[in-house]
């Protein structure tokens, strides 16, 4: 049926780009009320070139959001509600996912690769006088060693491992967090530096673009930005602190790129993206679409890994028990910026999908929970899910994943609880870390996410945690949040963000029903568990091995050996 031509006016609008690791949305609010009025959603592929090694196509990624920008409009068209009040565009991207591509063809010189899960920042770019566009740019999930036709993140992709080593091995001691003190960041596969410092040195297309002076760097934000803005004739090549504070290039301190931090990384030869204000990232959206803009106010998103940040206002607090130091938001140019702490946990609904697809003891997410709530307990079962390592606070990269605590009553259903508890378990490890580092202990936690849907697993996270845990009524806070800065930010002014003009948002909470000694008896036993995870698997210099490919040459004699050795396998 034909449209009418009689349009709904609503006010301003504000929509949202949401490019995630496993999909792209575009979504589409209203600035006054907050209603999220249209949306669409796009499948991503990942390739699988190597085990360990996750990409995705920038060209696949570019088209998706066109996409869904597309069938958004067509659908609002439908409502009768007139695109053109759309005043400000978010951005949200996978954060530390890296790219390289020519500024004179506008061609990728290789795949994305490397990223963990959402963050989101905001960029204002004037198209002409009066009308401004207003980018925002997120992160998303994960990739898992030797499971990869489950896990599809980008962000843990392991290639950069012996990179990593060999950047640890130059420092004084071999100290991980050396670059600390200005970056908020240990030396780890998962920031771009290491990923950019891998396609320089593997990817003869990429040095030679570097050496002719014709290689631009970026996350997914700026590859997004630069192409929607005129790519190759004249697009914006940039990003904001948020995306560039997770490159371990970046001085969180003096928000610039640093001088010191690109020779460590051999990165000198690349000329980087300006930063541009104001800016927010995913996770960054999402503590401000659940409102926390206070000193200690924290939030925890649940999707395929966890991420817990902790606002600690204008001052960037140096975690000494395992946390990063970010960037939170900075909502301005004038604005000081806000910092956080932040916590992430690996594999949380990562994990249900491969109890589902590899175990084959579930069918769907919602079975998970009426499995575990069947039993009401693990039964003394323990299940830590270091798939490819331990992230926050452990950085552990040897770690891998166990069950523990078996006996011959333990069933499928024990496990299904067992995993739900280890999600709670990996978030009250976070926790503990940043009431340490902070010196306040949380009274409450804010959450988000798609996991969140499961209530079996909220309650089981306030009894862990012993302290309440709220869920927004609004299940899109990450994309809301980023809608509530773009729409807000200078040159746009659409969307108050003033204490008094935030709408009231309902939520569900949920109280601690055990007592807390059986709560720490719990908590002991899991972190007892943790350890005998550790130091099951070792790289070799310039080697990524895995125990099956180990294993495979040590069958097939000192010839599949030798090749295991020189990386042919």
């Not at 392991?158 to 600390?180: A, D, M």
């Not at 994943?401 to 976070?430: D, M, Y």
């Not at 130091?535 to 070799?540: D, G, K, L």
Request: charged share 20%.
């Amino acid at each position: 049926m034909a449209a009418s031509s009689h349009r709904i006016m609503l006010g301003p609008l504000v929509a949202a780009i949401d490019q995630g690791t496993s999909s792209t949305r575009f979504l589409v609010f209203n600035a006054k009320t907050a209603e999220l009025l249209s949306h669409h959603q796009v499948e991503i592929k990942q390739s699988f070139p190597k085990e360990g090694w996750v990409e995705e196509d920038p060209k696949e990624i570019l088209q998706s959001v066109f996409e869904c920008m597309e069938r958004t409009c067509e659908k609002l068209t439908q409502l009768n509600i007139d695109i053109s009040n759309i005043k400000a565009i978010g951005v949200t991207n996978q954060r530390e996912t890296t790219l390289v591509w020519d500024k004179e063809t506008g061609e990728p010189l290789y795949n994305a690769i490397g990223k963990v899960v959402s963050f989101y920042y905001v960029y204002i770019i004037c198209i002409y006088p009066g009308t401004y566009l207003t980018f925002f740019t997120s992160v998303s999930s994960l990739n898992v060693n030797a499971i990869q036709n489950v896990f599809s993140s980008v962000w843990l992709d392991l290639r950069t491992q012996s990179t990593v080593e060999r950047l640890i091995n130059k420092t004084p001691g071999r100290n991980k967090n050396h670059l600390k003190h200005k970056t908020g960041l240990p030396i780890s596969t998962y920031f771009s530096a290491v990923k950019l410092r891998w396609l320089m040195d593997n990817v003869d297309e990429v040095h030679e673009a570097v050496v002719s002076h014709r290689a631009m760097f970026g996350t997914v934000d700026s590859w997004l930005i630069w192409c929607l803005t005129g790519g190759k004739s004249g697009g914006v090549h940039c990003t904001d602190v948020t995306n560039a504070s997770r490159t371990m290039l970046f001085n969180i301190h003096t928000l610039e790129w640093d001088p010191e931090l690109c020779k460590y990384d051999s990165c000198l030869t690349l000329a980087f993206n300006p930063i541009v204000l104001p800016c927010l990232g995913d996770q960054s959206a999402a503590l401000v679409g659940q409102m926390c803009f206070q000193d200690g106010q924290a939030k925890n998103t649940y999707g395929t890994g966890c991420f817990l940040l902790r606002n600690t206002g204008a001052k960037p607090v140096m975690s000494d028990h395992g946390l990063l130091t970010t960037v939170a938001y900075k909502l301005g140019r004038d604005k000081p910026a806000c910092y956080a702490l932040e916590g992430s946990v690996a594999i949380a609904g990562a994990v249900v999908r491969w109890l589902q697809d590899n175990l084959g003891i579930i069918g769907s997410s919602e079975e998970l929970e009426k499995l575990a709530a069947s039993v009401g307990t693990s039964y003394g079962c323990y299940f830590v899910p270091a798939f490819s390592g331990l992230y926050a606070p452990y950085w552990e990269p040897s770690a891998r994943g166990i069950i523990c605590g078996l006996t011959q009553f333990t069933n499928k259903s024990h496990v299904a609880f067992a995993a739900l508890e280890a999600v709670c378990f990996q978030t009250r490890e976070i926790l503990d870390a940043m009431n340490q580092d902070s010196g306040i202990p949380l009274t409450q936690l804010q959450v988000d996410g798609g996991m969140t849907s499961n209530r079996l697993l909220m309650q089981l996270q306030a009894d862990i945690l012993c302290i309440p845990v709220v869920k927004p009524s609004m299940p899109e806070t990450t994309a809301l949040g980023a809608a509530m800065a773009a729409g807000a930010a200078e040159g746009v002014s659409v969307w108050s963000l003033s204490p008094e003009d935030l709408s009231e948002v309902t939520s569900e909470k949920f109280e601690p029903q055990i007592n807390p000694e059986e709560s720490e008896f719990r908590y002991a036993r899991w972190k007892k568990a943790v350890q005998k995870s550790m130091n099951w698997e070792t790289t070799e210099p310039g080697v990524y091995e895995s125990t099956f490919v180990r294993l495979t040459a040590e069958k097939k004699g000192p010839c599949a050996r030798h090749m295991v050795q020189k990386g042919c396998t």
